[in-house]
């Protein structure tokens, strides 16, 4: 079963890097990266599930603050720059 989602994740991915190469603004390109990183630590944390360790976990937790911050980083970008 876990698989079956780590596939679906993979799938879901592809189409937010899909999305960010191709996205017609800027502001679809950091939401796309933002999907991106969220479907990244759900993998992250799949992958922990899995394999029982632990230590995964806390890969996860950084990796999402990274993405916050950077989803973050980029909004502020584009308020700033006005579209």
Do not use: H, K, Q, W
Request: aromatic share 6%; net charge positive.
């Amino acid at each position: 079963m876990i698989t079956i989602a780590l596939v679906l994740l993979a799938v879901g991915g592809s189409c937010f890097v899909g999305r960010a190469i191709a996205g017609p603004s800027l502001a679809d390109r950091v939401v796309a990266i933002d999907g991106l990183v969220v479907t990244i630590v759900a993998a992250i944390l799949l992958t922990s599930v899995r394999s029982g360790n632990t230590r995964y976990l806390d890969v996860g937790l950084v990796v999402a603050f990274i993405g916050f911050v950077g989803t973050a980083a980029g909004a502020r970008f584009i308020e700033r720059r006005g579209g």
